[in-house]
């Protein structure tokens, strides 16, 4: 898929060309709002260590999962049933055909601490788990922070344009699983494992595996579209706060991942997903020209804008 690019890191983390990359990220966040990143540095080890760990988690039997329970933006498990990310768009979609487990951040700093930072809660059979999870959150803040670095050159503003408002940001990392057709059954009509949305913070980081019922990205030119797949790479998309911040300038851009397909029914998918976003209490102002596009976007504080797209994916 052409219009997702490949960005090496390389170039900017060694510092022989910040400017070529900061272009081609500027380029492809107008663009199709959506990048592939190599030449990040990040361990593959740590990597292959937490999918093992959460699908050591999600081949536990239901009876072991469920106090583990939550809903969307709780910590922990949730169970099939309870997500359906049409509902951002206005669409009552079925729910989404995923089981997750979710983490996000517990160090509390803000009067918004019962909702944004609560008490993270890792499952006792399955202990290889936290440890996993606590040194991925680490390498995924710092790479989400040099993105944001690098999202700031791009637009030509002071380094920290983006990073001053991250110190405590709030950020949610989900485990998902696909499971496979013998454990879903067949998809319902517009079921998908996750339905067409949009992301709502600023840099969602991915780390995907690639299948049949995988990712497609919408494009003006040619609809839904099948994202691109490159080994040790991750999947980069801006949020719908950093295209607000950036005054429209750049696309938070709708996506969706496609049911167990009947020629691949026994295909189960682990997807890694890191939704970064900014400081619970940042006021967010849209960038006006000559960077950003004419708008009349107010400001808007990021936990308010943040909650209620969340609200609105929830089921019941």
Known sequence: MAHVPVVDMRPWLDGTDRAGVAAQVDAALIDVGFFLVTGHGV????????????????????????????????????????????????????PDLKESFSVGADDATSPLDGYWFQRNVYPSEVPALEPAVTAYLATMKALADELLRLCAAALAL?????????ARATHTLNLNWYPPMGVVGAPADGQ?????????????????????????VWTAAD??????????????????LLARWSGDRWKSNRHRVLP???????????????????????????????IGRPNSHPPVRAADFLRERLDAITVG
């Open 43 to 94: 361990d593959l080890d740590a990597r292959a260590r937490l999918r093992a760990a959460a699908r050591e988690f999600f081949a536990l039997p239901a009876a072991a999962k469920t106090p583990y329970a939550v809903t969307v933006a709780g910590r922990g498990w949730l169970p099939p049933g309870v997500e359906a990310n049409g509902y951002a768009e206005g669409a009552e979609t079925p």
């Open 158 to 166: 002071p380094a920290d344009f983006f990073t001053a408002h991250t």
């Open 260 to 290: 167990p397909q009947a020629d691949s029914p026994d295909e189960d998918l682990l997807s890694l997903v890191y939704f970064y976003e900014a400081d619970a209490d940042t006021v967010v102002e849209a960038l006006t020209p000559p």
């Open 223 to 240: 609809g839904w579209q099948d994202a691109p797949y490159v080994e040790n790479s991750f999947t980069i998309n801006a949020g719908d």
């Open 192 to 216: 998908y494992r996750i339905g067409p949305h949009t992301d709502f913070g600023t840099v969602t980081v991915l780390d995907r595996e690639p299948g049949r019922g995988g990712l497609q």
